[in-house]
């Protein structure tokens, strides 16, 4: 949410900056140098979201736009707002947030679309059209967390599914990485499973890599899965300490 302007912010791109280093000869008056500070451009507006998404995911791989990584983040706020409401907690209750997204398809019988979006640095990101959401918010003493499906062709979110546990209650913490099919791979997937005191299991969907020779992973875990599994792993050790 942008924040609302001030008297003395509004006129911010007005402004001029006057040369410190221009000495003002006897009798003469120098006129300070004015340079305009330049504006900042404003997010492109999407006027018709599904049939810019539909036209995105027409090619397999492309240039990155800003507009889409606008809207991708507009979805994922969304997404955290529900989760403040369903879970009853505010930012001042959990230290840290991590969010990740997986392929997903939002109708059952859907079909979730690919596109490599190509970086100015020559790296690639996978995106896809739909996606399964899910938002940690790590707590002092507990895991609070949401998962809900977005279709980012029009931003609908539903299928929200709340919940949060003890650390102290954590008796079990098992990470699987698998493929989808072992003679013939199309995906790698990262799953974990919490196990609480009182036998409830909570699993987590952590990745759901679609496999492509351009889109390789360099390293066993991403830098977002290690962070996740050292920041719970780390808390749930501490609290049997205590």
Do not use: C, W
């Not at 912010?9 to 140098?33: R, W, Y």
């Not at 109708?107 to 990101?125: A, E, F, I």
């Amino acid at each position: 949410m942008k924040e609302k302007k001030n008297k003395n912010q509004s006129i911010e791109n007005e402004d001029f900056i006057e040369d410190d280093l221009t000495e003002e000869p006897k009798g003469k008056k120098v006129k300070a140098e004015k340079i305009k500070v330049p504006k900042e451009k404003a997010p492109k507006k999407i006027k018709n979201r599904s049939k810019y998404t539909s036209k995105y995911f027409k090619k397999f791989s492309g240039r990155a736009e800003d507009s889409y990584d606008d809207m991708l983040h507009e979805d994922y706020k969304h997404v955290i707002n529900r989760a403040h409401q369903l879970s009853s907690i505010k930012e001042s209750d959990y230290e840290s947030l991590i969010v990740i997204t997986i392929p997903d398809a939002f109708d059952h019988k859907g079909k979730v679309s690919y596109r490599l979006d190509k970086k100015p640095d020559g790296s690639y990101t996978l995106l896809y059209d739909q996606a399964l959401v899910t938002a940690l918010f790590f707590g002092a003493d507990s895991l609070f967390y949401h998962q809900a499906n977005v279709d980012h062709r029009n931003g609908h979110i539903a299928f929200d599914v709340s919940g949060e546990f003890n650390y102290f209650d954590v008796v079990h913490m098992e990470t699987s990485l698998k493929y989808d099919n072992n003679d013939h791979p199309k995906y790698i997937m990262l799953d974990l499973e919490i196990g609480l005191a009182d036998g409830t299991i909570v699993p987590f969907h952590l990745r759901n890599h679609h496999i492509h020779t351009d889109y390789d992973l360099e390293t066993l875990l991403t830098e977002t899965e290690e962070k996740v599994l050292e920041i719970l792993k780390s808390k749930v050790r501490t609290s049997r300490k205590l």
